[in-house]
């Protein structure tokens, strides 16, 4: 009689899903100083995950966003972090990295590229500078590079993006740098050389 009873607990508690906390509060920004300019944000919840989606404007690099999730306790929830970033800098983008900082460790568990792109993992690494903080602020540093199969020319928008998992309340920051064709870099190097000659 006990055994099957056991039994059967144990695989009631095998199949449970593991409780995560609720996020109550939030909060995402831009820096201000124009680099990238936030026009939307949207919390959602995907299963028992959550979503915020961003749309930005980027005009030059490097770029900061930071913000903040409140937990109702101090199990880890999982967020995507999702930007549509319009190209407004003067080059095609054929690679693009973000750097997240956080104040508490975590961990990246999935990354959204646009279609035909390839990216890189970097995990979260401790005692590590933050993101546009005052120097001497520490925290959990990863980072995710993005590889272009179709370039994203000005004008253009591309969707980025990384899947978090943390441990409670904590507060985040992103540092986002778009890298340009070689064409376009031979032409911005070039640019700067006929200027330095016009003086």
């Not at 500078?129 to 272009?148: H, I, S």
């Not at 000005?154 to 969707?159: A, D, I, L, R, V």
């Amino acid at each position: 009689m006990k055994i099957p009873f056991l039994a059967g607990l144990v695989a009631l508690l095998v199949a449970a899903p593991l409780a995560s906390a609720s996020i109550v509060a939030w909060n995402c920004d831009d820096d201000g100083d124009g680099a990238i300019v936030m026009n939307s944000a949207a919390m959602s919840t995907v299963g028992t995950d959550y979503r915020l989606d961003v749309g930005a404007s980027q005009y030059w690099s490097p770029a900061h966003m930071a913000g903040d999730f409140t937990t109702d306790t101090e199990l880890d929830p999982t967020v995507w972090i999702v930007e549509t970033v319009d190209n407004y800098t003067n080059f095609t983008w054929t690679d693009y990295h973000i750097d997240i900082g956080m104040t508490k460790p975590f961990s990246i568990v999935g990354v959204v590229a646009p279609p035909d792109w390839t990216w890189a993992v970097t995990p979260p690494a401790g005692g590590q500078q933050l993101p546009n903080q005052p120097p001497g602020t520490l925290g959990w540093v990863g980072k995710v590079d993005y590889y272009a199969g179709t370039p994203i020319p000005p004008g253009q928008s591309g969707t980025f993006g990384l899947v978090v998992s943390f441990l409670g309340s904590v507060e985040f920051c992103t540092e986002q740098i778009p890298t340009p064709e070689p064409a376009s870099l031979l032409l911005l190097g070039l640019g700067g050389l006929l200027i330095r000659r016009r003086r």
